[in-house]
């Protein structure tokens, strides 16, 4: 498993745009190999922006550089240069491989 994140340091009054951008947008991740699921995130508010990280978990490492390189993921970010007045800053990515999860038998994966 691998995990990748982003955040964004949204400007204050600026969070209905973000979210809006994000929910009106084709991620392009459908199909891809690899891909498990992805969420957006809503962090904590700020003096001058809220916090917000998109999360997404892929099978392997391998299978997030492969979709880094992708037809996919040029079409998901060809408008990313043009919400750089949303942000503070540049978003910061992370990478996470995950050390151990504990995952009850009966989870709902769906919760």
Known sequence: MFIAMN???VA??????????WLTRD???DG??????FHLLKG??????VLYASHTIWRSREDFEAWTRSEAFRLAHRHAGTTRPLYLGHPEFEGFEPVQAIIP???DRDA
Request: net charge negative; glycine share 6%.
């Open 7 to 9: 955040r964004f340091r």
């Open 12 to 21: 204050s009054g600026l969070e209905t745009e973000f979210e809006t951008m």
């Open 27 to 29: 991620s392009h991740l």
């Open 32 to 37: 891809v190999p690899g891909f498990v699921e």
């Open 44 to 49: 904590p508010q700020r003096e001058d922006h």
């Open 105 to 107: 038998k009966d989870a």
